[in-house]
């Protein structure tokens, strides 16, 4: 086991690199889908809320809408039909599976956000231990360590290149989730206002 750590101490950090890269193509394409999948939710609540405005409920199709407000609100003209009051908690519970929908692989962005630049600075570490094992093998002057240290901070460089739009990315999605949320929940309320 600790001939496997001392390799693995002395390999360097430059396999660091292609996990990062890989985590990189990682989090763009679910940049990229969660970017997709909440415009379609946005535009399918702008939608709904457009139509209830213009519409009276009972003539709305909800049938007609795709997307978590539409589906929130289906089961809001249901208790509506039992004669139940609106209640923030039981709201909260029902549009649970909702938001578990739209914040889908929002943890892969937050965890590549919160973990990439330690994965950089392990191989920062490795670099600085390959370096300076290579300066006391070859018995060389400082600018094998030099070298070598450059090209380690290379890898905390990349880290933190990829946890950057991963931390944006994580924060603007969690942003227009809570919008569409509470954007529904405003439709509730003023649906049970205008019935009442």
């Known amino acids: 086991m600790l001939t496997i750590l001392k390799a693995l101490a002395l390999s360097g950090g430059d396999w ?25 939710e946005e535009a ?7 139509a209830l405005l213009i519409d009276a409920t009972e003539k709305l199709n909800l049938s007609e809408f795709d997307g978590a407000s539409s589906r929130l609100l289906a089961e809001e003209m249901t208790e509506r039909s ?30 590549l956000g919160s ?10 570490v490795l670099g600085v231990i390959k370096a300076f094992h290579d300066l006391s093998q070859s018995g060389a002057g400082p600018e094998v360590v030099m070298k070598g240290l450059s090209a380690a901070l290379v890898t905390t460089a990349i880290g933190l290149f990829v946890a ?25 309320v003023t649906l049970r206002a205008r019935s009442e």
């Not at 990189?24 to 679910?30: E, G, K, L, R, W």
């Not at 399918?44 to 457009?50: D, H, P, T």
């Open 82 to 111: 039992r004669k139940k009051p609106f209640n923030n908690e039981i709201f909260a519970a029902k549009s649970w599976p909702e938001r578990n929908l739209l914040e889908q692989r929002l943890l892969i962005l937050g965890t």
């Open 164 to 188: 950057i739009p991963c931390v944006i990315a994580y924060n603007y999605f969690q942003d227009r989730v809570q919008k569409i949320l509470s954007g529904t929940e405003s439709l509730i």
């Open 115 to 124: 973990n990439a630049p330690f994965i950089g600075l392990l191989g920062t």
């Open 16 to 40: 660091v690199i292609g996990v990062l890269i890989l985590c990189s193509i990682v989090a763009v394409a679910v940049i990229i889908e969660r970017a997709l999948f909440i415009k379609k």
């Open 44 to 50: 399918a609540f702008l939608g709904l809320r457009k």
